[in-house]
T-cell receptor, first 115, second 113 residues
Framework: DTGVSQNPRHKITKRGQNVTFRCDPI?????LYWYRQTLGQGPEFLTY????????KSRLLSDRFSAERPKGSFSTLEIQRTEQGDSAMYLC?????????????FGQGTRLTVV | GESVGLHLPTLSVQEGDNSIINCAYSNSASDYFIWYKQESGKGPQFIIDIRSNMDKRQGQRVTVLLNKTVKHLSLQIAATQPGDSAVYFCAEKAAGTASKLTFGTGTRLQVTL
């Protein structure tokens, strides 16, 4: 499978615990994005990387959230001290830049449930 | 499995009919638009895209129309099939930004036999 891969697919955690998600983008893609999606809503942008550099972060990304892409390949998204409001689908996407409107391909997402 | 779009606008069409899904976008500075299809429990799947210097683009069974005057985008699906049942999102990218997408609220398409 050469698409965007996310792990785990599902995560249930207790409030206050830390969680980490992984995203493996399409291999030649240099841009990687994280989005969050709650039920009934479209995905909301969280952050993006070009290679290993994190170039933009949404105000939605509180200081409990951190994302890395250390070698410009896979990325991790960590949520510290999880809250029930963090329950959502976390989506990763990748694209090939430049090109301005290059298509972002999404993974299947990680469904987080905070209990 | 989970359900995407519990309270979304719903369009019901009969199998074989054409579907038209509409989207109003917000930013007049957007220069690129994409339609995604999302099935329950899955990530968004690319359908078709269009740049702001075009007003129509066709793919296989799908056509996207862009009206920049009224900031309106539509997705037409010809000969709708049961496998087309999903939630459809339009997304826009502002000019000068690096592919960050802003998604609309989505429309659920239900195909009846």
């Amino acid at each position: 499978d050469t698409g965007v891969s996310q792990n785990p697919r599902h995560k249930i955690t207790k409030r206050g615990q830390n969680v980490t998600f992984r995203c493996d983008p399409i291999s030649e893609h240099n841009r990687l994005y994280w989005y969050r999606q709650t039920l009934g809503q479209g995905p909301e942008f969280l952050t993006y990387f070009q290679n290993e550099a994190q170039l933009e972060k949404s105000r939605l990304l509180s200081d409990r959230f951190s994302a890395e892409r250390p070698k410009g390949s896979f990325s991790t998204l960590e949520i510290q001290r999880t809250e029930q409001g963090d329950s959502a689908m976390y989506l990763c996407a990748s694209s090939l830049a430049p090109g301005g409107g290059s298509i972002a391909f999404f993974g299947q997402g990680t469904r987080l449930t905070v209990v | 499995g989970e359900s995407v779009g519990l309270h979304l606008p719903t369009l019901s069409v009969q199998e074989g009919d054409n579907s038209i899904i509409n989207c109003a976008y917000s930013n007049s500075a957007s220069d690129y638009f994409i339609w995604y299809k999302q099935e329950s429990g899955k990530g968004p799947q690319f359908i078709i895209d269009i740049r702001s210097n075009m007003d129509k683009r066709q793919g296989q069974r799908v056509t996207v129309l862009l009206n920049k005057t009224v900031k309106h985008l539509s997705l037409q699906i010809a000969a709708t099939q049961p496998g087309d049942s999903a939630v459809y999102f339009c997304a826009e990218k502002a000019a000068g930004t690096a592919s960050k997408l802003t998604f609309g609220t989505g429309t659920r398409l239900q195909v009846t036999l």
